[in-house]
């Protein structure tokens, strides 16, 4: 059955090998984008360790995704699996992948395409991710902090960022966002009035 799956899959023309490749790195891009957005979930640095695995089984590079990423003290592999290789019938080679990374100690999350697709969701990350390197002083940290935790541990997006003195002051609330402390709610449209929130222990 697997070696079914395994030549069918591989069956695809080549002329649409770099149209496959392209929308592979644009499908990276957004799981990337999504996991730094969501709180507490840290990207960990790729060893292939997965990779290696799924090619044995017949996965070429371009039809999984695999971001590595602790949630918790837990280390994971997300594996993302585009809506085009789950409709050719190549979901039972992700479940034997499942399968032999935790014969070796590791944990695979298959997550489908459609998930990371979903918007606003995508788009939401795309803005705060982009925020990634945006500084942010002790000073303008210490007003958002206090503003917070004066008004219940939550507070609107346009009220943060006029707290933040230098720079850009919405990349730099969504900033803190990227680093772990501030969390937003992903599924609903980005808007001023967007609720930020601290994160909660253990969250």
């Known amino acids: 059955m697997l070696e079914a799956n395994s030549a069918r899959m591989q069956s695809e023309p080549c002329k649409c090998r770099s149209q496959q490749e392209r929308e592979g790195k644009s499908l990276r891009r957004a799981a990337e984008a999504l996991v730094m957005a969501y709180p507490g979930i840290r990207r960990l640095p790729d060893d292939h360790g997965i990779e290696e695995t799924a090619a044995e089984l017949g996965l070429e590079p371009h039809e999984?995704?695999?971001?590595?990423?602790?949630?918790?003290?837990?280390?994971?592999?997300?594996?993302?699996?585009?809506?085009?290789t789950r409709r050719r019938g190549g979901m039972p080679l992700f479940f034997e992948l499942k399968a032999s990374a935790a014969t070796i100690g590791r944990t695979v999350?298959?997550?489908?395409?459609s998930f990371v697709r979903r918007e606003p969701r995508l788009t939401n990350a795309f803005v705060i991710a982009e925020a990634a390197e945006t500084a942010v002083g002790a000073t303008d940290r210490?007003?958002?902090?206090?503003?917070?935790?004066?008004?219940?541990?939550?507070?609107?997006?346009?009220?943060?960022?006029?707290?933040?003195?230098?720079?850009?002051?919405?990349?730099?609330?969504?900033g803190l966002v990227v680093e772990g402390g501030l969390h937003m709610d992903l599924d609903a449209r980005l808007m001023p009035?967007?609720?930020?929130?601290?994160?909660?222990?253990?969250l």
Not at 64 to 84: M, Q, S
Not at 158 to 173: F, R, T
Not at 193 to 202: C, D, I, K, R
């Open 64 to 84: 999984l995704v695999v971001v590595p990423v602790a949630i918790g003290h837990r280390a994971v592999d997300l594996v993302v699996v585009p809506t085009r």
């Open 109 to 113: 999350v298959l997550v489908p395409e």
């Open 142 to 174: 210490m007003r958002m902090l206090v503003h917070l935790i004066e008004n219940g541990g939550s507070a609107p997006l346009l009220d943060l960022a006029g707290l933040v003195n230098s720079g850009d002051p919405v990349a730099g609330v969504l």
């Open 193 to 202: 009035s967007s609720q930020v929130h601290l994160v909660e222990p253990g």
